[in-house]
T-cell receptor, first 112, second 115 residues
Framework: GENVEQHPSTLSVQEGDSAVIKCTYS??????FPWYKQELGKRPQLIID?????GEKKDQRIAVTLNKTAKHFSLHITETQPEDSAVYFC???????????FGKGTMLLVSP | DAGITQSPRYKITETGRQVTLMCHQT?????MFWYRQDLGHGLRLIYY???????DKGEVPDGYVVSRSKTENFPLTLESATRSQTSVYFC??????????????FGSGTRLTVV
């Protein structure tokens, strides 16, 4: 089955800096890659996603890039703010009509 | 998000006891999922269901039982709880197996402690 590796497991940045979280996947046929954000004590929520026919997608301060050849995708957060502090999960959907496989998560801490 | 509710929010049970975690959604989503969240392991799929009376195993199904007699309910039962099942359990629903435009809708979670 699909295997998703996520790095780093923790990331500390200063407010205003950029943050990058990287994920690799094993199934070259995977075609959908969402990112979820989970604030402390809250439920995970989808923040952005990308499909395999697109190389980059942006939504205000967040962007996701996909490199199908290398089988990795990344979440980029610019001008980080304290409210960006959360655990971020990447995920991949193997080919076909299947469920998501999640990475282990990255705890992002943005210090004022 | 009142569309999916889990109960109880917190539960302490003893080793060997049976415990059932409840999940109810009002979205009429076809798909429902049970995940456990553990530090260092992220979100791991226990079971999922594509429709009433259709369930399938996920990554870590051992020790768990599910049923889905009605579309809106998807209870998770630990038949004989073990300490390794201490975790935070999330129920989720979606219109597709990988999430529709809004992604998976997660419940608020149940924190289960097995002593």
């Amino acid at each position: 089955g699909e295997n998703v590796e996520q790095h780093p497991s923790t990331l500390s940045v200063q407010e205003g800096d950029s943050a990058v979280i990287k994920c690799t996947y094993s199934d070259s046929a995977s075609n959908y890659f969402p990112w979820y954000k989970q604030e402390l004590g809250k439920r995970p929520q989808l923040i952005i996603d990308i499909r395999s026919n697109v190389g980059e997608k942006k939504d205000q301060r967040i962007a996701v890039t996909l490199n199908k050849t290398a089988k990795h995708f990344s979440l980029h957060i610019t001008e980080t703010q304290p409210e960006d502090s959360a655990v971020y999960f990447c995920a991949a959907r193997p080919s076909g009509y299947s469920t998501l496989t999640f990475g282990k998560g990255t705890m992002l801490l943005v210090s004022p | 998000d009142a569309g999916i509710t889990q109960s109880p929010r917190y539960k302490i049970t003893e080793t060997g006891r049976q415990v059932t975690l409840m999940c109810h959604q009002t979205w009429s989503h076809s798909y429902m999922f049970w995940y456990r969240q553990d530090l260092g392991h992220g979100l791991r799929l226990i079971y999922y269901s594509a429709a009433a009376d259709i369930t399938d195993k996920g990554e870590v199904p051992d020790g768990y039982v599910v049923s889905r007699s009605k579309t809106e309910n998807f209870p998770l039962t630990l038949e004989s709880a073990t300490r390794s099942q201490t975790s935070v359990y999330f129920c989720a629903s979606s219109e597709s197996p990988s999430g529709g435009p809004e992604g998976y809708t997660f419940g608020s979670g149940t924190r289960l402690t097995v002593v």
